[in-house]
């Protein structure tokens, strides 16, 4: 019999609740106890939804992220925030985002807060995670209070618990010495806590922890492959069962390390490693048990439910008992219900699965193997249906679309000019003083601008009234740029929803949900549009918003576009083709709406490449193959313009240090990018590149509701200065202004115009 069980669940709640609990705490309009008690009626709602499952996953929840959850757990907090008074969960959030609620942050309100942790992505997802602080001298001691409290509610619930903790390898390799020590030389110190903390678990009667580990599925070196000998040989007496997992990729030659280590089994992704599953069927310990991520945890298509069964049969006829099936992966990464979505094109509604259903997928599977086809027979028919109808729809393949894709040259993406000449003519048009202050596209988005949008698409508000709701927005951003003196002005897009979904909406080729949010750090939710077919853009999409903006300043107006690689790591994507394809069709749609903006006037227009890293593969083996087609489609979406043209990029919080080359090959006149959480840390990359164009490293810090001091900002960007040449610096922001409010907008656009004018004096 196949042991069923799931590596984690969607936390946010199927109607965001966790979010508006989130910020109504830290806007001090409700207390810590409802926040709490919203925290626990999720838990309770989605431990039933896997009741069915024999084992359970807790301590998956996180009011925040997963990874700041195990630092806390490990004690490892920041030297900044050791010595705040009050609760514990504000000194979390503070570590976080840089302050907790209104009103608890008696120091935060004379000094502004403390600076937030450093945010990535995790792995190659859209997740984002609050890096671990090292230094040579780190301690850890344990707080097992979060994950022992969610286990015994667990217990009080009937759940057949299976406490989750990232693996201590794991946890070192995503973390970062801020003094530049070697991280494994903590390995030592941190062993001897996650004993105690499988020890405190093992006297709670758990039976099996699952331990994530997830690094090895990239390229270790030996240092960091004898470090899981070394952790494994330690944990192996902690009196629980041990289920080593990862996810994201293949072992390869990483399999033999993990199959050896003294655990009692191992989780492999058989969505992206089912190559590897004999091999680790011979390579394991007859004695271990083998889990299978058996259904996709990061995408939304139903699962082939027969192929499936085809290859894992004979799986589960040799492994027996031994077997266990699963997601792939934490399904944190999907919706959490199909059920909800009442307005979904039917015929693509019946090719999806979000949480929820993959978790029915599971049982199904399950059903086969265990008591044979006939039981689950009519489950099994309706999947093999939808599967035929999405397989030969005439909606997903568009031979026109097809045939352009094919007609793709070498020329299509190159610009007329070399960089220096084409600067030469963009500053005779544009006039721009040293260090030119922009902002990187959005403005707030209020809540009259949620309201009117929500009641247009409610059908309460027609178009006219609609449109001029938003002109009269756009018109109060270009006027408050104005007045803060910005030198190039942006439309502030309030009509946009979310910078893929807004384009997403007026592509053919895309549908979208109406409650498939996906967790994207904190508070911050994403409903990615879906990607089902051939892509082709049937009009202009922002020209009349942009144009309307430009006619209302004589400043230059930056039209703003979502870049090609960015649509397509930030969507739902079909997987019946290879994402190349997908990526050099978006790529022809957008170019289209690039030159659109250029006949309308408008002379620098922003294409934005913010998920450019997270779709690298997470081998370096296999990067050069996605950078090659990823820039690709960026230089044919952007090159199609006049060398007067300036084009602009923005990539916020990737690490790109070790892809400078290809960031350089993408030949955009000015990139703009994160630099200010993480302290000009990512400018380090031109320590030993001659980066060629200009670039502007951000200096406010939109995650964090703190406002930064005029001498911060001027202080990063004489880091800056210190590695590009100042008539190549911009001043900016690190992220769009959407999420923040105009209280907290304007004295920091305010502090960040005073220090371009005092860099520029100092220049002078």
Request: aromatic letters at 8%.
């Amino acid at each position: 019999m196949a042991t069923t069980h799931n590596l984690g669940f969607p936390r946010i709640g199927a109607k965001r609740e966790l979010k508006f609990a989130q910020e109504a705490y830290w806007k001090g309009e409700s207390s810590r106890d409802a926040l709490i008690a919203v925290g626990a009626a999720l838990r309770t709602r989605h431990w039933h939804d896997q009741a069915a499952f024999d084992l359970v996953p807790v301590g998956d929840f996180a009011f925040y992220d997963q990874i700041l959850d195990m630092s806390f757990t490990l004690g490892n907090l920041p030297e900044r925030v050791r010595n705040f008074h009050g609760d514990k969960l504000d000194n979390y959030f503070r570590v976080a985002r840089g302050r907790s609620a209104k009103g608890t942050d008696d120091h935060a309100a004379c000094c502004g807060g403390v600076a937030a942790g450093e945010m990535t992505k995790w792995f190659d997802t859209n997740y984002h995670y609050i890096v671990p602080e090292f230094d040579a001298d780190t301690r850890f001691k344990l707080d097992a209070s979060r994950l022992l409290e969610q286990l015994a509610e667990a217990r009080a619930l009937g759940v057949k618990a299976k406490p989750v903790i990232v693996g201590p390898v794991t946890y070192l390799a995503i973390g970062k010495a801020k003094d530049g020590s070697d991280r494994l030389s903590l390995l030592p110190r941190l062993l001897p806590v996650y004993a105690e903390l499988l020890k405190a678990l093992a006297g709670q009667g758990v039976e099996w922890v699952q331990i994530d580990e997830p690094i090895l599925v990239t390229e270790l070196d030996d240092a960091w492959r004898d470090a899981f000998t070394q952790a494994y040989a330690a944990l192996k007496d902690s009196g629980v069962r041990l289920l080593l997992t990862t996810y994201f990729g293949q072992l390869r030659e990483n399999l033999d390390l993990a199959a050896s280590l003294p655990v009692h089994g191992i989780h492999l992704d058989a969505i992206n490693a089912r190559d590897e599953v004999n091999a680790l069927i011979r390579a394991v310990p007859s004695d271990r048990v083998i889990s299978l991520g058996v259904v996709n945890g990061r995408n939304i298509w139903k699962t082939d439910l027969t192929s499936v069964l085809n290859w894992l049969e004979p799986v589960a006829t040799q492994l027996g008992d031994r077997l266990w099936i699963a997601p792939s992966c934490s399904l944190l990464h999907v919706p959490v219900d199909l059920a909800g979505e009442r307005k979904l094109d039917e015929e693509i509604r019946s090719w999806l699965a979000f949480a929820i259903q993959k978790l029915a997928e599971i049982k199904v599977l399950a059903a086969a193997l265990t008591q044979g086809y006939d039981a689950v027979a009519d489950e099994l028919a309706a999947n093999a249906a939808a599967i035929a109808a999405r397989r030969n729809s005439p909606r997903v393949n568009n031979p026109a679309v097809k045939a352009a894709v094919a007609r793709i040259d070498a020329g299509l993406g190159r610009r007329k000019g070399d960089f220096a000449t084409r600067a030469a003519k963009q500053q005779a048009h544009l006039n721009l003083p040293l260090y030119p202050t922009t902002t990187i596209g959005s403005f707030p988005q209020t809540k009259e601008i949620r309201l009117v949008r929500s009641a247009f698409k409610a059908g309460n508000l027609d178009l006219p009234a609609y449109n001029q709701a938003m002109r009269q927005e756009i018109e109060r951003s270009v006027r408050e740029q104005e007045a803060l003196g910005l030198d190039v002005l942006v439309h502030g897009e309030a009509e946009r929803n979310d910078m893929v979904e807004y384009f997403g909406e007026q592509l053919d080729g895309y549908v979208f949900s109406q409650g498939g949010w996906v967790q994207s750090y904190g508070s911050r939710c994403v409903k990615p549009p879906i990607l089902f077919g051939d892509i082709s853009r049937p009009h202009a999409m922002t020209v009349e918003w942009i144009a309307y903006a430009q006619s209302l300043t004589n400043k230059p107006m930056k039209g703003m576009l979502t870049g090609p690689v960015t649509i397509l790591n930030w969507s739902f994507v079909r997987d019946d083709q290879p994402r190349s394809v997908s990526c050099y069709q978006l790529a022809l749609a957008i170019r289209e709406e690039v030159q659109d903006l250029e006949k309308a006037g408008i002379r620098i227009i922003q294409i934005d490449e913010a998920a450019l890293r997270e779709g690298l593969p997470l081998r370096r083996a296999q990067w050069r193959d996605y950078l090659d087609w990823a820039i690709e489609s960026f230089r044919i979406t952007a090159n199609g313009v006049a060398d007067k043209t300036q084009i602009h990029t923005h990539m916020c919080y990737s690490e790109f240090n070790d892809i400078i080359a290809s960031i350089a090959d993408m030949d955009a006149d000015v990139i703009t990018i994160e630099t200010s959480r993480s302290d000009m840390e990512l400018l380090e990359a031109f320590d030993n590149f001659n980066y060629p164009n200009q670039i502007g490293p951000g200096v406010y810090d939109i995650h964090s509701p703190n406002i930064p001091t005029e001498d911060h900002m001027v202080n990063l960007m004489k880091k800056a200065a210190e590695r590009i040449p100042a008539e190549r610096l911009w001043v900016n922001p690190d992220c769009g202004l959407k999420t923040r409010q105009w209280n907290e907008v304007i004295p920091a656009l305010t502090g960040m115009v005073s220090a371009a004018r005092t860099l520029r004096a100092a220049a002078s």
